[in-house]
């Protein structure tokens, strides 16, 4: 049986969230280790991935000097977006921190206001209020609730990837190319990492070693599947399909740390989602008028 393009997109957008969810659980995995190490090796391994690709399609690795000034911002935003992520990982149920991370297309369509001058409508804004409910309920905020840091951490980290995500998406309409963005992010993050690296590789044992590459190779299955799922399909056909990554979490957690999130938990991944799913119906309906 033959798939149509719109199917292997979907199957292609599930395995990236595989992919991403199994490199949560390789960070979480690779124990007591600062987040700034941990992403050295995310991003060493996309590093040399991506370097082999442009290589094979005779990319340039110079970008224009106009795209110069967003593609730092678009790199140091992504990269604390990923510590702050990593962070999270570490001290939350692995399913909150995957759910919460998802908040980052809400922050750019925020972003969006003031770096593309896109004002959001109703929906939008509707989505965006009962996404921070959803937030809530997972961050349940209270001076006894050891998680409340780790949680905000884990806002913030959104936050940064959702700023990223609107350089992107400016760096796309000024046309620059899409794997010279993923270099120059995993080239600025693997350099800026490089010394803290450097300064504690003496503290990491073999199996450490294992589950941050396990971890690289997570985060590439997780890039490779993203561009094969909208090189099949255009995002309003698959994005949604991306939530699937918090099912994969969630199945991580539970089999690996006995994690099991709480009535609340569920209740935030329920209006995070919902809300992520109703935008993803809207603008659908709104593009066939």
């Known amino acids: 049986m033959k798939l149509s393009n719109k199917n292997k997109g979907i199957l292609f957008i599930i395995l990236a969230a595989f992919g991403f969810s199994l490199m949560s659980a390789c960070v979480r995995l690779s124990g007591d280790l600062p987040s700034i190490q941990k992403a050295f090796f995310r991003n060493a391994v996309a590093l040399v991935f991506i370097t082999g690709i442009m290589l094979k399609q005779k990319i340039s690795f110079v970008p224009k000097k106009e795209n110069l000034l967003f593609l730092l911002l678009r790199s140091s935003t992504g990269l604390i977006g990923m510590i702050c992520n990593f ?77 990223a995500y609107t ?86 957690g539970f089999f690996l740390f006995s994690q099991t999130p709480d009535i609340y938990s569920v209740l935030g991944y329920i209006l995070i989602c919902g809300a992520g799913i109703a935008m993803f119906v809207y603008n659908n309906r709104k593009k066939a008028k």
Do not use: H, W
Request: hydrophobic share 55%; net charge positive.
């Open 167 to 252: 350089c992107v998406r400016k760096l796309g309409q000024k046309g620059e190319n899409g794997s010279r963005v993923i270099f120059f992010f995993s080239l600025f993050s693997t350099l800026f990492c490089l010394p803290f690296m450097l300064s504690g590789i003496g503290n990491i044992t073999l199996k450490q070693y294992a589950c941050l590459v396990l971890a690289g190779c997570g985060g590439c299955l997780g890039q490779i599947g993203l561009t094969k799922a909208y090189f099949y399909a255009p995002a309003k056909e698959i994005s949604v399909y991306d939530y699937s990554q918090v099912i994969f979490a969630a199945i991580f």
């Open 87 to 163: 962070y999270a990982i570490d001290r939350l149920l692995l399913a909150d921190a995957n759910m919460l991370n998802k908040l980052s297309p809400f922050f750019a369509i925020l972003f969006s206001i003031f770096l593309l001058k896109e004002l959001p409508n109703i929906v939008q804004i509707l989505g965006l209020i009962v996404a921070f409910v959803g937030s809530v309920l997972i961050i349940k905020p209270s001076f006894n609730n050891p998680d409340v840091i780790p949680a905000i951490v884990a806002v913030m980290g959104a936050l940064g990837s959702g700023f």
